[in-house]
């Protein structure tokens, strides 16, 4: 069992930088896939980025590319997501996720099993 625990959320305006870091509480998390994902009032939840589980491997949405970064402090259990320049339309709950490491990375939320529970992100512009 795998618990999941985001921070870093806030208000920031267009522009602006947040980390929000994620804090796992298994003792394995050295071997899951860690994912980020969004969602926005009234729209399905988007990937955003994702890394493996040696930290070796990361994925980004295209709408994130070059803006937003993932990495993973293994002896800390946990994983961050840079964000910078960021626009009004990255306004959403973040939600970290885990999926086991043998698996691969996936943009697929369906293909996470564990899940926290959200940290809201509001850009103003």
């Known amino acids: 069992q795998v618990q999941l625990v985001e921070s870093g959320g806030g208000l920031v305006q267009a522009g602006g930088s947040l980390r929000l870091s994620c804090a796992a509480s298994?003792?394995?998390?050295?071997?899951?896939?860690m994912g980020w994902f969004r969602q926005a009032p009234g729209r399905e939840r988007e990937f955003v980025a994702a890394?493996?589980?040696?930290?070796?491997?990361?994925s980004h949405a295209d709408s994130v590319k070059g803006r937003f970064t993932i990495r993973r402090e293994r002896f800390k259990d946990t994983v961050y997501l840079q964000m910078n320049s960021l626009k009004p339309e990255d306004t959403a709950v973040y939600y970290c996720a885990a999926r086991p490491g043998r698996y691969g990375l996936n943009r697929n939320a369906a293909m996470y099993d564990y899940w926290g529970q959200g940290t809201q992100v509001t850009v103003s512009s």
């Open positions: 298994a003792r394995t998390f050295g071997t899951y896939v």
């Open positions: 890394i493996s589980w040696s930290g070796g491997t990361t």
